[in-house]
Protein backbone atom coordinates (compact mmCIF):
# COMPACT_ATOMS: atom_id res chain seq x y z
CA UNK A 1 0.00 0.00 0.00
CA UNK A 2 2.66 1.98 -0.65
CA UNK A 3 3.17 2.81 -4.27
CA UNK A 4 3.69 6.72 -4.17
CA UNK A 5 7.29 5.34 -3.31
CA UNK A 6 7.91 2.72 -6.17
CA UNK A 7 6.04 0.00 -8.62
CA UNK A 8 6.67 -2.94 -9.69
CA UNK A 9 7.45 -3.52 -12.80
CA UNK A 10 4.75 -5.17 -15.14
CA UNK A 11 5.27 -8.88 -16.78
CA UNK A 12 5.37 -7.24 -20.40
CA UNK A 13 7.90 -4.72 -18.92
CA UNK A 14 10.14 -7.40 -17.53
CA UNK A 15 10.08 -9.15 -20.86
CA UNK A 16 11.00 -6.63 -23.31
CA UNK A 17 13.77 -5.58 -20.82
CA UNK A 18 15.14 -9.23 -20.53
CA UNK A 19 14.54 -9.31 -24.42
CA UNK A 20 16.89 -6.53 -24.94
CA UNK A 21 19.37 -7.72 -22.30
CA UNK A 22 19.80 -10.96 -24.83
CA UNK A 23 19.37 -9.33 -27.96
CA UNK A 24 20.05 -5.75 -28.08
CA UNK A 25 23.28 -5.70 -26.02
CA UNK A 26 25.21 -3.98 -28.72
CA UNK A 27 26.43 0.05 -28.86
CA UNK A 28 23.45 2.16 -30.18
CA UNK A 29 26.41 4.01 -31.80
CA UNK A 30 27.88 0.75 -33.72
CA UNK A 31 26.86 0.92 -37.51
CA UNK A 32 26.22 -2.42 -37.85
CA UNK A 33 22.79 -4.68 -37.24
CA UNK A 34 23.82 -5.20 -33.10
CA UNK A 35 23.64 -1.66 -32.77
CA UNK A 36 21.11 -0.67 -35.57
CA UNK A 37 18.73 -3.46 -33.48
CA UNK A 38 19.52 -1.44 -29.79
CA UNK A 39 19.07 2.31 -31.68
CA UNK A 40 15.76 0.93 -33.37
CA UNK A 41 14.64 -0.17 -29.67
CA UNK A 42 15.65 3.24 -27.93
CA UNK A 43 13.53 5.25 -31.04
CA UNK A 44 10.34 3.10 -30.14
CA UNK A 45 10.97 3.51 -26.72
CA UNK A 46 11.67 7.48 -27.41
CA UNK A 47 8.00 7.28 -29.82
CA UNK A 48 6.41 5.80 -26.99
CA UNK A 49 7.40 7.80 -23.94
CA UNK A 50 6.56 11.00 -26.01
CA UNK A 51 2.73 9.62 -27.12
CA UNK A 52 2.48 9.15 -22.98
CA UNK A 53 3.65 12.83 -22.24
CA UNK A 54 1.55 14.19 -25.36
CA UNK A 55 5.14 15.57 -26.93
CA UNK A 56 7.42 14.87 -30.03
CA UNK A 57 9.97 11.98 -29.85
CA UNK A 58 12.42 14.71 -30.40
CA UNK A 59 12.18 16.18 -27.31
CA UNK A 60 12.50 13.29 -25.25
CA UNK A 61 15.84 12.82 -23.45
CA UNK A 62 16.87 9.87 -21.19
CA UNK A 63 18.00 10.08 -18.41
CA UNK A 64 19.32 7.96 -15.45
CA UNK A 65 15.92 9.00 -13.27
CA UNK A 66 13.87 11.76 -12.15
CA UNK A 67 16.50 13.08 -9.76
CA UNK A 68 18.83 13.39 -12.79
CA UNK A 69 16.31 15.42 -15.07
CA UNK A 70 15.25 17.64 -12.24
CA UNK A 71 18.85 18.81 -11.23
CA UNK A 72 19.28 19.21 -15.80
CA UNK A 73 16.26 21.74 -15.55
CA UNK A 74 17.92 23.66 -12.58
CA UNK A 75 21.47 23.54 -14.09
CA UNK A 76 20.05 24.51 -17.15
CA UNK A 77 17.83 27.20 -15.99
CA UNK A 78 20.85 29.08 -14.62
CA UNK A 79 23.04 28.52 -17.88
CA UNK A 80 20.08 30.08 -19.57
CA UNK A 81 20.58 33.26 -17.17
CA UNK A 82 23.81 33.81 -17.63
CA UNK A 83 23.90 33.00 -21.60
CA UNK A 84 21.18 35.70 -21.48
CA UNK A 85 22.66 38.15 -19.49
CA UNK A 86 26.22 37.97 -20.88
CA UNK A 87 25.95 39.76 -23.67
CA UNK A 88 26.57 43.50 -23.61
CA UNK A 89 23.59 45.16 -24.26
CA UNK A 90 22.39 43.62 -20.82
CA UNK A 91 24.83 44.82 -18.73
CA UNK A 92 23.02 47.51 -17.08
CA UNK A 93 21.39 44.25 -16.30
CA UNK A 94 17.94 46.21 -14.53
CA UNK A 95 16.66 46.86 -18.26
CA UNK A 96 16.37 42.86 -18.67
CA UNK A 97 16.35 41.16 -15.84
CA UNK A 98 19.53 40.68 -15.30
CA UNK A 99 20.49 42.05 -12.20
CA UNK A 100 21.86 40.01 -9.28
CA UNK A 101 21.71 36.05 -9.64
CA UNK A 102 19.46 33.67 -11.02
CA UNK A 103 16.43 33.63 -9.41
CA UNK A 104 14.26 30.20 -9.25
CA UNK A 105 10.54 29.76 -8.06
CA UNK A 106 9.57 26.60 -6.69
CA UNK A 107 7.40 25.35 -4.33
CA UNK A 108 8.10 24.53 -0.19
CA UNK A 109 6.06 20.62 -0.95
CA UNK A 110 8.86 19.57 -4.03
CA UNK A 111 10.86 16.34 -3.93
CA UNK A 112 14.36 16.54 -2.46
CA UNK A 113 15.31 16.31 -5.73
CA UNK A 114 14.40 19.97 -6.88
CA UNK A 115 14.88 21.39 -3.14
CA UNK A 116 17.66 20.04 -2.71
CA UNK A 117 19.39 21.47 -5.76
CA UNK A 118 17.76 24.52 -5.38
CA UNK A 119 18.99 25.01 -1.45
CA UNK A 120 22.17 24.12 -3.28
CA UNK A 121 22.51 26.62 -5.58
CA UNK A 122 21.38 29.45 -2.96
CA UNK A 123 24.25 28.03 -0.75
CA UNK A 124 26.99 28.21 -3.20
CA UNK A 125 25.55 31.92 -4.32
CA UNK A 126 24.80 30.66 -7.84
CA UNK A 127 21.59 31.71 -7.11
CA UNK A 128 18.33 33.10 -5.78
CA UNK A 129 15.04 31.14 -4.34
CA UNK A 130 11.59 31.65 -3.44
CA UNK A 131 9.80 28.53 -2.28
CA UNK A 132 6.36 29.60 -2.12
CA UNK A 133 4.41 28.26 0.59
CA UNK A 134 1.36 25.80 -0.62
CA UNK A 135 -2.21 26.92 1.04
CA UNK A 136 -3.00 25.53 4.31
CA UNK A 137 -6.22 25.52 3.04
CA UNK A 138 -6.70 24.30 -0.29
CA UNK A 139 -2.81 22.24 -0.21
CA UNK A 140 -2.39 24.04 -3.13
CA UNK A 141 0.28 26.10 -4.68
CA UNK A 142 -1.92 28.96 -5.44
CA UNK A 143 -1.24 31.07 -9.03
CA UNK A 144 -1.73 34.69 -7.78
CA UNK A 145 1.33 33.54 -5.01
CA UNK A 146 3.70 32.25 -7.55
CA UNK A 147 3.17 35.24 -9.96
CA UNK A 148 3.73 37.59 -6.63
CA UNK A 149 7.29 35.95 -6.29
CA UNK A 150 8.38 36.90 -10.12
CA UNK A 151 11.35 39.31 -10.47
CA UNK A 152 12.78 41.03 -13.16
CA UNK A 153 15.81 37.98 -12.91
CA UNK A 154 13.24 34.87 -12.36
CA UNK A 155 14.38 32.83 -15.16
CA UNK A 156 12.74 29.21 -13.91
CA UNK A 157 9.45 28.38 -12.37
CA UNK A 158 9.22 24.77 -11.04
CA UNK A 159 6.22 23.37 -9.45
CA UNK A 160 5.38 19.55 -9.11
CA UNK A 161 2.43 17.92 -10.98
CA UNK A 162 0.84 16.35 -7.99
CA UNK A 163 2.34 15.77 -4.65
CA UNK A 164 3.75 12.38 -3.31
CA UNK A 165 2.10 12.72 0.31
CA UNK A 166 -1.07 14.40 -0.15
CA UNK A 167 -1.79 13.55 -3.95
CA UNK A 168 -2.46 17.29 -4.13
CA UNK A 169 -3.09 18.21 -8.07
CA UNK A 170 -0.81 21.66 -8.51
CA UNK A 171 -2.51 24.21 -10.97
CA UNK A 172 0.29 24.23 -13.40
CA UNK A 173 -1.39 24.57 -16.56
CA UNK A 174 -3.13 28.37 -14.70
CA UNK A 175 0.93 29.03 -13.86
CA UNK A 176 2.10 28.70 -17.21
CA UNK A 177 -0.78 30.55 -19.11
CA UNK A 178 -0.24 33.50 -16.46
CA UNK A 179 4.00 33.41 -16.96
CA UNK A 180 3.15 32.58 -21.02
CA UNK A 181 1.59 36.57 -21.37
CA UNK A 182 4.08 37.84 -19.01
CA UNK A 183 7.03 36.37 -21.01
CA UNK A 184 5.20 37.84 -24.24
CA UNK A 185 4.45 41.25 -22.49
CA UNK A 186 7.73 42.40 -21.88
CA UNK A 187 11.56 42.11 -23.29
CA UNK A 188 12.46 40.63 -20.20
CA UNK A 189 14.34 37.27 -19.60
CA UNK A 190 12.18 34.25 -20.38
CA UNK A 191 10.83 32.42 -17.88
CA UNK A 192 11.41 28.66 -17.94
CA UNK A 193 8.14 26.56 -16.96
CA UNK A 194 9.07 22.92 -15.50
CA UNK A 195 6.98 20.42 -13.67
CA UNK A 196 8.11 17.65 -11.53
CA UNK A 197 5.60 14.74 -13.34
CA UNK A 198 7.00 11.78 -11.10
CA UNK A 199 3.68 11.29 -9.20
CA UNK A 200 0.92 12.10 -11.62
CA UNK A 201 2.00 9.65 -14.84
CA UNK A 202 0.12 6.73 -14.80
CA UNK A 203 -2.80 8.20 -12.40
CA UNK A 204 -4.14 10.65 -14.17
CA UNK A 205 -3.51 11.91 -17.80
CA UNK A 206 -0.48 13.82 -18.36
CA UNK A 207 -0.39 16.27 -21.60
CA UNK A 208 2.74 18.68 -21.83
CA UNK A 209 0.59 20.68 -24.57
CA UNK A 210 -2.41 20.86 -22.41
CA UNK A 211 -0.02 21.99 -19.44
CA UNK A 212 2.16 24.22 -21.70
CA UNK A 213 5.17 23.87 -20.03
CA UNK A 214 9.07 23.73 -21.53
CA UNK A 215 10.24 20.71 -19.27
CA UNK A 216 8.54 17.93 -17.73
CA UNK A 217 10.10 15.02 -15.68
CA UNK A 218 9.40 11.39 -16.41
CA UNK A 219 10.30 8.52 -13.78
CA UNK A 220 9.92 5.64 -14.51
CA UNK A 221 9.47 3.24 -11.26
CA UNK A 222 6.62 5.37 -10.21
CA UNK A 223 4.37 3.62 -13.25
CA UNK A 224 5.29 -0.01 -13.34
CA UNK A 225 8.72 0.69 -15.53
CA UNK A 226 12.57 0.33 -14.29
CA UNK A 227 14.33 2.92 -12.59
CA UNK A 228 15.18 5.24 -15.49
CA UNK A 229 14.00 8.64 -16.12
CA UNK A 230 13.68 11.24 -19.28
CA UNK A 231 12.96 14.79 -19.67
CA UNK A 232 10.61 16.00 -22.17
CA UNK A 233 11.86 19.41 -23.27
CA UNK A 234 9.62 20.91 -25.78
CA UNK A 235 12.09 21.64 -28.64
CA UNK A 236 15.61 20.94 -26.85
CA UNK A 237 18.12 23.47 -28.36
CA UNK A 238 16.46 25.33 -30.22
CA UNK A 239 12.42 26.37 -28.88
CA UNK A 240 13.78 25.32 -25.18
CA UNK A 241 17.40 26.05 -23.63
CA UNK A 242 18.77 22.54 -22.33
CA UNK A 243 22.66 22.82 -21.20
CA UNK A 244 24.43 19.12 -20.57
CA UNK A 245 25.61 18.46 -17.29
CA UNK A 246 27.48 15.80 -18.54
CA UNK A 247 30.36 15.75 -21.64
CA UNK A 248 31.18 12.71 -23.12
CA UNK A 249 30.61 10.45 -26.18
CA UNK A 250 27.63 12.79 -28.36
CA UNK A 251 24.69 10.19 -27.07
CA UNK A 252 21.59 12.14 -26.64
CA UNK A 253 22.27 15.22 -28.83
CA UNK A 254 25.01 16.00 -26.42
CA UNK A 255 22.35 16.70 -23.98
CA UNK A 256 23.05 13.46 -21.77
CA UNK A 257 25.90 11.51 -23.03
CA UNK A 258 27.32 8.21 -21.87
CA UNK A 259 26.25 5.07 -23.99
CA UNK A 260 22.70 4.31 -23.62
CA UNK A 261 21.02 1.55 -20.88
CA UNK A 262 19.10 -0.04 -23.79
CA UNK A 263 16.91 -2.38 -21.85
CA UNK A 264 15.85 -0.35 -19.04
CA UNK A 265 15.06 2.50 -22.08
CA UNK A 266 13.27 -0.34 -23.54
CA UNK A 267 10.88 -1.22 -20.37
CA UNK A 268 9.94 2.63 -19.74
CA UNK A 269 9.11 3.01 -23.94
CA UNK A 270 6.74 -0.26 -23.20
CA UNK A 271 5.76 0.78 -19.76
CA UNK A 272 4.77 4.74 -21.40
CA UNK A 273 2.80 2.18 -23.84
CA UNK A 274 0.88 0.53 -21.49
CA UNK A 275 -0.10 3.88 -19.80
CA UNK A 276 -1.31 5.33 -23.09
CA UNK A 277 -3.30 2.03 -23.99
CA UNK A 278 -4.66 1.68 -20.43
CA UNK A 279 -4.46 5.41 -18.28
CA UNK A 280 -8.52 5.39 -18.11
CA UNK A 281 -8.44 1.70 -16.90
CA UNK A 282 -5.61 2.16 -13.86
CA UNK A 283 -7.18 5.66 -12.92
CA UNK A 284 -10.93 4.37 -12.86
CA UNK A 285 -9.20 1.17 -10.81
CA UNK A 286 -7.37 3.11 -8.41
CA UNK A 287 -9.92 5.76 -7.86
CA UNK A 288 -12.52 2.64 -6.80
CA UNK A 289 -10.08 1.24 -4.60
CA UNK A 290 -8.89 4.62 -2.81
CA UNK A 291 -12.81 4.97 -2.47
CA UNK A 292 -13.58 1.74 -0.76
CA UNK A 293 -10.38 2.39 1.06
CA UNK A 294 -12.06 5.90 2.61
CA UNK A 295 -15.22 4.36 3.35
CA UNK A 296 -13.91 1.51 5.38
CA UNK A 297 -11.62 3.95 7.15
CA UNK A 298 -14.47 5.83 8.05
CA UNK A 299 -16.57 2.87 8.85
CA UNK A 300 -13.86 1.86 11.19
CA UNK A 301 -12.27 4.29 13.20
CA UNK A 302 -15.05 7.08 13.00
CA UNK A 303 -14.27 10.40 14.52
CA UNK A 304 -10.51 9.28 15.51
CA UNK A 305 -10.06 9.60 11.55
CA UNK A 306 -8.78 12.28 9.70
CA UNK A 307 -8.34 12.65 6.32
CA UNK A 308 -4.97 14.53 5.10
CA UNK A 309 -5.61 14.53 1.36
CA UNK A 310 -9.33 16.13 1.63
CA UNK A 311 -8.55 19.94 0.78
CA UNK A 312 -11.60 21.89 -0.32
CA UNK A 313 -11.35 22.66 -4.01
CA UNK A 314 -8.11 20.78 -4.68
CA UNK A 315 -8.22 17.89 -6.94
CA UNK A 316 -5.94 15.15 -6.02
CA UNK A 317 -4.18 11.63 -7.45
CA UNK A 318 -6.94 8.62 -7.64
CA UNK A 319 -4.76 6.63 -5.44
CA UNK A 320 -3.28 8.44 -2.83
CA UNK A 321 -5.26 8.48 0.69
CA UNK A 322 -2.84 10.40 3.70
CA UNK A 323 -5.07 9.87 7.02
CA UNK A 324 -3.86 9.66 10.89
CA UNK A 325 -5.56 7.98 13.43
CA UNK A 326 -5.82 10.66 15.81
CA UNK A 327 -4.71 9.15 19.69
CA UNK A 328 -1.52 10.03 21.84
CA UNK A 329 0.28 6.87 21.43
CA UNK A 330 -0.63 6.43 17.65
CA UNK A 331 1.97 7.88 15.66
CA UNK A 332 2.39 6.84 12.66
CA UNK A 333 5.68 4.77 12.57
CA UNK A 334 4.45 3.63 15.75
CA UNK A 335 1.04 2.20 14.00
CA UNK A 336 2.60 1.14 10.81
CA UNK A 337 5.69 -1.23 12.58
CA UNK A 338 3.14 -2.81 14.67
CA UNK A 339 0.83 -3.89 11.89
CA UNK A 340 1.35 -7.26 10.63
CA UNK A 341 0.05 -7.00 6.88
CA UNK A 342 0.25 -3.42 6.24
CA UNK A 343 3.42 -2.03 4.35
CA UNK A 344 3.19 1.57 3.71
CA UNK A 345 4.84 4.90 4.46
CA UNK A 346 4.79 7.93 7.21
CA UNK A 347 5.67 9.98 4.17
CA UNK A 348 8.10 10.18 1.43
CA UNK A 349 10.90 7.36 1.45
CA UNK A 350 13.43 9.48 0.93
CA UNK A 351 12.50 11.10 4.20
CA UNK A 352 12.43 7.80 5.82
CA UNK A 353 16.14 8.38 7.52
CA UNK A 354 14.34 11.50 9.00
CA UNK A 355 13.64 9.74 11.79
CA UNK A 356 9.59 9.41 13.73
CA UNK A 357 9.33 14.03 12.91
CA UNK A 358 6.15 14.52 11.37
CA UNK A 359 6.56 15.27 7.44
CA UNK A 360 7.39 18.85 6.81
CA UNK A 361 5.03 18.50 3.46
CA UNK A 362 2.09 17.70 5.75
CA UNK A 363 3.20 20.49 8.65
CA UNK A 364 3.43 22.93 5.16
CA UNK A 365 0.33 21.85 3.69
CA UNK A 366 -1.94 22.62 7.02
CA UNK A 367 -1.80 19.77 8.98
CA UNK A 368 -1.77 20.41 12.44
CA UNK A 369 1.86 18.92 14.72
CA UNK A 370 -0.37 16.06 16.54
CA UNK A 371 -2.34 15.06 13.07
CA UNK A 372 0.59 14.73 10.96
CA UNK A 373 2.43 12.84 13.60
CA UNK A 374 0.12 10.45 13.69
CA UNK A 375 0.06 10.19 9.26
CA UNK A 376 0.09 7.17 7.33
CA UNK A 377 0.25 7.78 3.45
CA UNK A 378 -1.65 4.79 2.02
CA UNK A 379 -1.07 4.45 -2.18
CA UNK A 380 -2.73 1.92 -3.93
CA UNK A 381 -1.71 0.36 -7.41
CA UNK A 382 -2.87 -1.06 -10.27
CA UNK A 383 -3.43 -4.67 -8.51
CA UNK A 384 -4.52 -3.35 -5.42
CA UNK A 385 -8.24 -5.34 -4.49
CA UNK A 386 -10.89 -4.47 -2.42
CA UNK A 387 -10.16 -7.65 -0.69
CA UNK A 388 -6.27 -5.76 0.32
CA UNK A 389 -8.15 -2.85 1.83
CA UNK A 390 -10.40 -5.00 3.72
CA UNK A 391 -7.52 -6.56 5.67
CA UNK A 392 -5.50 -3.87 5.52
CA UNK A 393 -7.99 -1.68 7.52
CA UNK A 394 -8.88 -4.78 9.65
CA UNK A 395 -4.67 -4.83 10.46
CA UNK A 396 -5.06 -1.52 11.32
CA UNK A 397 -8.14 -1.85 13.73
CA UNK A 398 -6.31 -4.75 15.38
CA UNK A 399 -3.20 -3.14 15.72
CA UNK A 400 -4.74 0.14 17.18
CA UNK A 401 -6.62 -1.86 19.69
CA UNK A 402 -3.24 -3.52 20.62
CA UNK A 403 -1.56 0.08 21.26
CA UNK A 404 -4.45 1.78 23.27
CA UNK A 405 -4.55 -1.53 24.98
CA UNK A 406 -0.76 -1.38 25.92
CA UNK A 407 -1.27 1.87 27.56
O1 LIG B 1 7.26 9.75 -2.10
C1 LIG B 1 8.03 8.78 -2.20
O2 LIG B 1 8.06 7.85 -1.40
C2 LIG B 1 8.94 8.73 -3.40
C3 LIG B 1 9.80 9.89 -3.48
SE1 LIG B 1 11.18 9.86 -2.17
Request: aromatic fraction near 4%; charged fraction near 20%.
Amino acid sequence: MDYNATTPMEPEVIQVVSDALHEAWGNPSSNYIAGAMAKAIINQSRQNVARMVGGKAEDIVFTSGGTEANNLVLHTAVEHFKENCSTAEHSEGHKNGCAGLPHIITSNVEHDSIRLTAKHLQTVGKADVTCVPVSKVTGRVEVEDVIAAVRPNTCLISVMLANNETGVIMPIQEICQKIKSLNKQQEQLRILLHTDAAQALGKIPVDVQELGVDYLTIVGHKFYAPRVGALYVNGPGTKTPLYPMLFGGGQERNFRPGTENTPMIAGLGKAAELVTANLSHYQSHMLNIQMHLEERLQDVFRDKIRFNSHYPGSDILPNTCNVSILGPVLQGWRVLSNCRRLLASVGAACHSASGNRPSHILLSSGVPTEVAANALRLSVGRETTKEDVDAVVEDLRETVQLLENMN
